[in-house]
């Protein structure tokens, strides 16, 4: 049997997974079918509507997360039609591609990248193009470590009427996401970030007015798999034996999932979104002390992962090598041309938005910098982390 290494992962997903979800899976084969199963489907998914705060239709579809985005790309917008995709991120431009891809029309204002989209920009595009009747943005741009303002870009869409597909894959979990009063039409996430499970599915909570819009349509949605109305219609038809739809669930997923999902519940998702606030404070403490140049304004900085520039005289592959062989402490660099060698990720997501997990990582990096010759003040960078615990919430 082939074992990896375990490093602590600290990345923007997947992320550690608990003892109990581990265990959840080391079980013989489970049927994803059959009264167990519909039982436990039942259970995830009123977790599901928990976490991600609706009342929504909430589907799993087997793959991961990005299978939920084009799923919805998809089913949203028409060949021909219009779709605000605005840019800014890696994510952004997956949707931009998954856009295309369908034949729709895509309108992508430029949005400097490491910046917050502002709602503005989103208003005036929107008044600009009248027959957009589809918007899709990212929520928590994982490659740059900006959370965007969502909260008001969605009301900006509600207030003329344009569905918004939201991806909070690097939210949910982690961070405030509030599904119905956002009138987020369809909600896109996946398991293994905030939600702390293996990957497996990609989630998505799908609004009474996408359901509408759907059936709606001028021309059929292309496909079977990626077709969210054929998968409610199964799993309406099915839903007595073999609830989630036509095709196999990873069901020992499934089973992790319930584990995960109950303990967030447990925590109580106000308690755990001030848990990533803290620790992500306290990360951005630790690098500025330590001189490092973070990514983000603080205004937007992401709750679930801090990027920051590296530090003249040292590289990103070193840093990650140095973390990894010396630390057992597992970041993440930057796979886009236009980051790569320039800036790090730390995830601080689930188990590890920790005091003590801040305490390693940040002692580490200091001295992975001290090994490629930059000295920074690592006692400074620890104080900085303990203050911001020590001081609590306000
Ligand atoms: C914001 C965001 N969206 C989408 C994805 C794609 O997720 P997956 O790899 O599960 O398809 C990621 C992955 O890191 C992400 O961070």
Same mark, same amino acid.
């Given at each position: 049997m082939r074992i990896q290494k375990h490093?602590?992962?600290?990345?923007p997903g997947p992320t550690e997974i608990g003892y109990e979800a581990l265990l959840a899976m080391a079980q013989p084969s489970i049927r994803h079918y059959g009264d167990d199963y519909v039982e436990r489907h039942l259970h995830v998914i009123e977790r599901l509507q928990t976490v991600f705060q609706t009342k929504n239709t909430i589907l799993m579809i087997p793959g991961s997360s990005s299978i939920a985005m084009e799923a919805a790309v998809n089913g949203a917008v028409e060949p021909g039609q219009k779709i605000l995709v605005p840019g800014g991120g890696m994510f952004a431009e997956r949707f931009k591609e998954m856009a295309v891809n369908c034949n729709a029309e895509l309108v992508s204002p430029e949005v400097e990248w490491c910046t917050?989209?502002?709602p503005e920009l989103v208003a005036d595009t929107l008044d600009q193009h009248p027959d957009i009747r589809v918007m899709a943005a990212v929520h +928590?741009?994982?490659s740059t470590g900006v959370t965007h303002p969502i909260e008001d870009i969605a009301e900006v869409c509600r207030e003329r009427e344009v569905s918004l597909i939201l991806d909070t894959v690097t939210s949910l979990g982690g961070i405030k996401v509030l599904t119905d009063e956002w009138g987020v039409d369809y909600c896109v996430s996946g398991n293994h970030k905030g939600l702390e499970s293996p990957s497996g599915t990609g989630l998505i909570a799908v609004s009474e007015r996408a359901w509408e819009r759907m059936n709606a349509r001028k021309t059929p949605i292309h496909g079977w798999f990626l077709n969210l109305l054929n998968l409610k219609d199964y799993a309406e038809r099915f839903a007595q034996w073999h609830p989630s739809g036509p095709v196999s669930q990873p069901s020992h997923v499934v089973a992790a999932l319930e584990v995960t999902l109950d303990n967030i519940v447990a925590e109580g998702l106000d308690n755990r979104f001030r848990r990533h606030a803290l620790c992500a404070r306290a990360c951005r403490a630790g690098m500025q002390a330590m001189g /490092? $140049?973070?990514?983000? %304004?603080? $205004?937007? %900085?992401? +709750?679930? /992962?801090?990027?920051?520039?590296?530090?003249?005289g040292t590289t990103d592959t070193e840093t990650l090598r140095l973390m990894e062989q010396e630390f057992e402490i597992i970041i993440a660099g930057s796979h886009h041309p236009r980051l790569v060698g320039q800036m790090l990720r730390i995830g601080h997501m689930g188990s590890t938005a920790d005091r003590n997990c801040m305490l390693l990582v940040i002692n580490a990096l200091a001295e992975c910098f001290r090994m490629q010759g930059v000295k920074v003040d690592a006692g400074a960078a620890v104080e900085a982390v303990l203050a911001v615990f020590r001081n609590g919430e306000d």
């Open positions: 490093c602590l992962l600290m990345i917050p989209l502002m +928590n741009e994982t /490092v $140049e973070l990514l983000a %304004a603080d $205004e937007y %900085a992401s +709750n679930t /992962v801090t990027a920051f520039r590296i530090p003249d």
